[in-house]
């Protein structure tokens, strides 16, 4: 079924599925939205959010404040220590679980987020449980010593692949070199570009939030200045020493820190953060084209409140 445009004179299409996903780039307004929509549906929200779920950063991973999180019942903010490593498999269960159990209470579920893979999961559609390779220690060691020289390989073995993924994510490019050697030939588009496997544990409807480019680069700039003065530098500069590496991972951690170190200035670290956080959202906005049967839904100009009105009408 084509996916739709709002802002035409073509409506939603309607749904009364019991999950209903939000995905759309970070910086977008999702939050006021999910909760505006929430509040209209009767529904919990459940975070599809890679770093929302550690707690002790809700400047750097931008979790709801206080009084949202009074609004409407909110599931997988803020729970696992940052020196925990924590996976996407791991994710699936607790998202999985807090999806049945409102269920069960007979509330429907928003799950919002901006990561692809966390939906999917979230929904069922990732398998888990393939074993590491041989290799793995290796690669990973020499990702921690090396990483733009692993980068630099899968480049020379698949340079699509290279081009598709965070170069920037350690795990990723190391499953993206145990994958091509697996292979034994660059990867196919659909084994390097499928966000979404068929069928799912839930009926659910999804909403593509398309943001205005040049206004989201704007909100994007702002963001980053407006993180820094709720107390980021603070915020980093307390957790422990011994971080998780998706943690270190994190659009502000190496940045801050290196601030902290003394080897980057303020301004500097700042700006690295806004180019990371760009790099980000052109990935976001990648895989939301490739999002099958999704309406999409153009936010430029339309307020949360508004939006999730929309939504909230073709949901019931």
């Not at 939603?12 to 910086?27: E, Q, S, W, Y």
């Not at 700039?221 to 603070?234: F, H, K, P, Q, T």
Request: glycine share 8%; aromatic share 4%.
């Amino acid at each position: 079924m084509a996916s739709r445009l709002s802002g035409t004179s073509r409506p939603l299409r309607p749904t009364g599925a019991p999950v209903v996903a939000l995905f759309g780039p970070t910086g977008l307004g999702k939050t006021e939205v999910a909760l505006g929509l929430a509040e209209r549906i009767g529904a919990e929200i459940v975070s599809a959010d890679s770093m929302q779920v550690y707690a002790g950063l809700p400047v750097l991973t931008n979790q709801p404040t206080a009084e949202q999180l009074a609004r409407v019942p909110y599931h997988l903010i803020g729970l696992v220590p940052p020196t925990t490593e924590f996976s996407v498999a791991e994710y699936a269960g607790l998202a999985q679980a807090a999806i049945d159990g409102t269920l069960a209470r007979g509330k429907r579920v928003v799950l919002e987020g901006g990561s692809g893979l966390y939906l999917r999961a979230a929904l069922g559609g990732l398998r888990f449980g393939s074993p590491p390779s041989a290799a793995r220690a290796a690669l990973e060691a020499r990702a921690a010593a090396d990483l733009q020289g692993l980068v630099d390989e899968l480049a020379g073995l698949d340079p699509a692949t290279a081009a598709a993924i965070d170069c920037d994510n350690p795990r990723r490019v190391v499953r993206a070199l145990e994958s091509v050697a697996a292979a034994g030939r660059p990867l196919a588009p659909r084994e390097r570009d499928a966000l979404w496997a068929p069928g799912s544990r839930y009926e659910y409807r999804l909403y593509a939030l398309e943001p205005d480019r040049e206004r989201l680069r704007e909100r994007l700039e702002a963001r980053v200045d407006e993180m820094v003065s709720r107390g980021l530098i603070e915020e980093v500069a307390a957790l422990p020493s011994r971080l998780s590496r998706t943690v270190r991972q994190a659009i502000g951690v190496r940045e801050t820190l290196a601030y902290l170190a003394g080897e980057l200035d303020l301004d500097e670290a700042t700006q690295r953060m806004k180019r990371r956080t760009r790099r980000y959202v052109r990935r976001q906005l990648t895989w939301m084209r490739k999002l099958p049967d999704a309406d999409r839904i153009l936010v430029a100009g339309r307020s949360p409140e508004h939006i999730s009105r929309e939504i909230a009408k073709a949901a019931s």
